[in-house]
T-cell receptor, first 114, second 113 residues
Framework: AQSVAQPEDQVNVAEGNPLTVKCTYS??????LFWYVQYPNRGLQFLLK??????LVKGSYGFEAEFNKSQTSFHLKKPSALVSDSALYFC????????????FGSGTKLNVKP | DADVTQTPRNRITKTGKRIMLECSQT?????MYWYRQDPGLGLRLIYY???????NKGEISDGYSVSRQAQAKFSLSLESAIPNQTALYFC????????????FGPGTRLTVL
């Protein structure tokens, strides 16, 4: 079965510090992985995706994610956090047996304090 | 998010009432989805549609039905609402490629009393 786990319900960082939001996955075959961000009262917005190739993927708003096949992880990172990065972040994996299905993690709330 | 719109944005209803949530998109995508979001559970797929003639159940379709009236419109109905259907509901679309991401509407907050 395809699944995604986000082990941290909440991550707190100080503005200017690096941030990491963790995601691990379980899939059969090669994974198609995505990160989305949800701001209050808004829908999810796409940040970045890993399909194949370079393990370090760059996305919107200065975010990047590192794909690690041996650890089955796809952690979201940013070198210097902003208060405006505070939001709910979701990791997702696409079902390679049925490409029309996506499986989402439970979400991680990122709090960036000034 | 303006490419995918949902109406209403908020709805409070009573147990047993029939409710319809509507979704429209201007992205020209064939694939459309309905999800519900509950705190701590992430997003769970209710129904998805490849095109107007193809509708499929997701993980949690019981108590829900859908209608794909056109490529651009995908409606979700609760035939007889119950309190545990209180949640945030999202519509999404995606392009034809397996590498395409999803585009989400702003959500409908539904409360069933």
């Amino acid at each position: 079965a395809q699944s995604v786990a986000q082990p941290e319900d909440q991550v707190n960082v100080a503005e200017g510090n690096p941030l990491t939001v963790k995601c691990t996955y379980s899939v059969s075959g090669n994974p198609y992985l995505f990160w989305y961000v949800q701001y209050p009262n808004r829908g999810l917005q796409f940040l970045l995706k890993y399909i194949t190739g370079d393990n370090l993927v760059k996305g919107s708003y200065g975010f990047e994610a590192e794909f690690n096949k041996s650890q089955t992880s796809f952690h979201l990172k940013k070198p210097s956090a902003l208060v405006s990065d505070s939001a709910l972040y979701f990791c997702a994996v696409r079902d390679i047996r049925n490409f029309n299905k996506f499986y989402f993690g439970s979400g991680t709330k990122l709090n960036v304090k000034p | 998010d303006a490419d995918v719109t949902q109406t209403p944005r908020n709805r409070i209803t009573k147990t047993g009432k029939r409710i319809m949530l509507e979704c429209s998109q201007t992205k020209g995508h064939d694939r459309m989805y309905w999800y519900r979001q509950d705190p701590g559970l992430g997003l769970r797929l209710i129904y998805y549609s490849f095109d107007v003639k193809d509708i499929n159940k997701g993980e949690i379709s019981d108590g829900y039905s859908v209608s794909r009236q056109a490529q651009a419109k995908f409606s979700l109905s609760l035939e007889s609402a119950i309190p545990n259907q209180t949640a945030l509901y999202f519509c999404a679309t995606s392009g034809p490629s397996v590498v395409d991401e999803q585009f989400f509407g702003p959500g409908t907050r539904l409360t069933v009393l």
